[in-house]
């Protein structure tokens, strides 16, 4: 099976959904190791499962450089085919991206190109769309920039407040990360995006 290193800063939902379809022995990729920027409670989850972890925080290196430096020499170490970034909130640089680029996905709440950065559901709420939804796309050196991958949509409800709509969003996200990472590893070429409305 493919190997798979997650990154994320927080809950990890993402994740765990991840490290579920893993449970099947016919799912073509395998979690061997979890990475964070801080004390996420999404590492927790996975020391549960006996999965290695790692934290690679900011404030240990000089700069951001010498952080981006150890963070890919942490990913690196656990020889991964495929980087999972699932709710990590930094921005990697360019000792990453020279390593794993073409093989490291982001999952971002909103359908990019619209609404890129840290506050994508409040951003579109804010925006008064009446659809956003998700996207997994390869990171590249912009903010959220990097080819799409896969999109699906989302509506946008009258009653939704942040927390509810972003739920509602991280739903959806579960299964088409899950999926992505899937036909990535095997090979599938090709994007998975719905056909524009
Ligand atoms: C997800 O919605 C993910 O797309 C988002 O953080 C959430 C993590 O949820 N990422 C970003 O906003 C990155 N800019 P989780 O901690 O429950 O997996």
């Known amino acids: 099976r493919a190997r798979v290193v997650v990154l994320l800063s927080g809950t990890g939902s993402l994740c765990a959904a991840l490290l579920a379809a893993t449970d099947d022995p016919g799912y073509p990729a395998t979690v061997v190791a979890v990475g964070s920027d801080r004390d996420a409670e999404g590492l927790e989850h996975a020391r549960r499962r006996g999965i290695a972890t790692f934290t690679c925080r900011l404030r240990d290196h000089a700069d ?9 020499a942490a990913i690196a170490e656990h020889r991964p085919d495929l980087v999972v970034s699932a709710g990590f909130m930094k921005i990697v640089g360019s000792a990453v991206l020279a390593r794993f680029g ?10 990019l190109p619209a609404f890129p950065g840290a506050h994508a559901v409040r951003d579109a709420l804010a925006a008064g769309v009446e659809v956003t939804g998700s996207t997994v796309h390869l990171v590249d050196a912009g903010i959220d920039t990097g080819p799409v991958l896969a999109q699906r949509e989302v509506p946008v409800l ?26 990535l590893v095997t090979g599938h070429a090709g994007n ?3 056909e524009p409305r």
Do not use: C, S, Y
Not at 102 to 111: E, M
Not at 165 to 174: A, D, M, N, P
């Open 64 to 72: 951001r450089t010498a952080w981006d430096a150890a963070l890919a």
């Open 102 to 111: 073409g093989r490291l996905v982001n999952t971002h709440p909103a359908l």
């Open 158 to 183: 009258p009653e939704d407040d942040e927390a509810r709509l972003h739920e509602r969003i991280k739903t959806v996200e579960r299964k088409l990360l899950v999926d992505t990472v899937a036909r």
């Open 192 to 194: 998975d995006t719905e």
